[in-house]
C-alpha cells in the first residue's frame, strides 16, 4: 500500500511557475516509477511527466522544455517544477505510483491538486 499527497497546487498567472510536490508513504519509493497526470475541464485524463525507479524521464510534448520532474528518494517524494505555464495547463494535477510485481501492476494515486493559470 502507498499513500500520496500532493501540495503546492495554486493560481498563477500566465507565464509563471509553480512547484508541485507528492510526499509518498507505506513502501520502499525508490523502487517505484512515479508520475504526474493532469485533467482539464471536461478532458481525459493524461501522463504529464514520469519518473522511473532508475532516474529516467519522459514528458507530454507540450510541457517539454517547461516543466521538470525529479525525484529525492531520501525523501520519499516526487517534485513536478512548472515554468513559463499557460492557460492550457489549468487542471487538477494528479501524483501516481506505479510498479510491476511478478505479473501484478499495482497503481495507487493521490487526491489531486488543482492548478489554475490566468491569462
Known sequence: QV???ESGGGLVQAGGSLRLSCAASGSIFSSWSMGWYRQGPGKQRELVAVITSGGRTNYLDSVKG???ISRDNAKNTVYLQMNSLQPEDTAVYYCNAAR???LAKYNYWGQGTQVTVSS
Do not use: A, E, S, Y
Request: charged residues 20%; proline residues 0%; aromatic residues 12%.
Open 100 to 102: 510491476d510485481i511478478g
Open 3 to 5: 499513500q500520496l499527497v
Open 66 to 68: 517547461r516543466f521538470t
